[in-house]
């Protein structure tokens, strides 16, 4: 897992860099996926070819702003981009329709109204996290992301033994909370 996230990582540093090869390779990747749920869903091959490359676009504007933090994998991220905005083409020209019965479509606008509401949290989370500062960042990415036990942080960042780690880490997400809610 956490080398598929150096990798990820990795790939989107080139791309903020510009990297060429880097582009051709998430193109490749990713969008076969895409251009094939479009085309499922009403849409013609050439307008999911665009769509998939509008996606593109934001994930190189994105990866070259130094706030940017990508929270899910490349191809996650480039499918929640791509549908987002097939389904603001076919609000803006309603000439495309689905296989379904206007209360999905309903569900559709749902999806992208949470999908919009999410990345708005995930934004605030990492402003509050980039305002607690260390140690309680490093603390709490080792305990929720890393997955590691109370034992390995209490020796990673010199704890006396597991449970002042864990008196560290709950006081670490109160102010978490307090920052959080307070944006």
Known sequence: MYETLDTELQTLDALAKGSRQATEQV??????????????????????????????????????????????????????????????KIKQNQRVSFNTEPE????????????????LHYEQLNWALDKLGEPCRSLLKAFYQSEKSMQQI?????????????????????????LFYKA
């Open 27 to 88: 193109y490749r990747q990713h969008s076969k996926i895409v251009i094939g749920w479009i085309v499922q869903n009403g849409g013609e091959a050439s307008d999911a070819e665009d769509v998939f490359q509008e996606a593109m676009v934001v994930l190189f504007e994105k990866a070259q702003a130094a706030e940017f933090r990508l929270t899910c994998k490349i191809g996650t991220y480039l499918f929640a981009v791509s549908k987002h905005l097939w389904y603001k």
């Open 104 to 119: 999905e479509n309903i569900a559709y606008e749902e999806d992208i109204t949470g999908h919009e509401e999410r990345e």
């Open 154 to 178: 209490a020796a990673d960042f010199g704890y006396t033994n597991a449970d002042n780690a864990k008196t560290q880490k709950y006081k670490c997400l109160n102010r978490l909370r307090k």
